[in-house]
């Protein structure tokens, strides 16, 4: 069994930063990338970041256009950890967050999606 446990949404000002965190935690074999999607009120899920791993190694991270130099991903591989350091947050962002991640279990080897349960960031003055 795999959980995926996130933490750090809330409210924030305008121009205010949050950043985000979510721990792996279960049967893992391995992980091959992590990730943070969103979803706001009537609109479909989307990607903001995620990020590929082989190993210890970080080698590769994609955006959406729309967070682009103002959101970062990063991951502990040690801790099978990501986090989303989101920065100059606009009304827009405000969305529930949800952790994903791309992993084998100690059961089964093939690669499967593992969802968070949710985070809420609230943008707002």
């Known amino acids: 069994q795999v959980q995926l446990v996130e933490s750090g949404g809330g409210l924030v000002q305008p121009g205010g930063s949050l950043r985000l965190s979510c721990a792996a935690s279960g049967s893992i074999f391995s992980i091959n990338a992590m990730g943070w999607y969103r979803q706001a009120p009537g609109k479909q899920r989307e990607l903001v970041a995620t990020i590929i791993s082989g190993g210890t190694t970080n080698y590769a991270d994609r955006y959406a256009d729309s967070v682009k130099g103002r959101f970062t991903i990063s991951r502990d591989n040690a801790k099978n950890t990501v986090y989303l350091q989101m920065n100059s947050l606009k009304p827009e962002d405000t969305a529930v967050y949800y952790c994903?991640?791309?992993?084998?279990?100690?059961?089964?080897?093939?690669?499967?999606?593992?969802w968070g349960q949710g985070t809420q960031v609230t943008v707002s003055s």
């Open positions: 994903n991640a791309v992993l084998k279990t100690l059961k089964n080897l093939v690669l499967q999606n593992y």
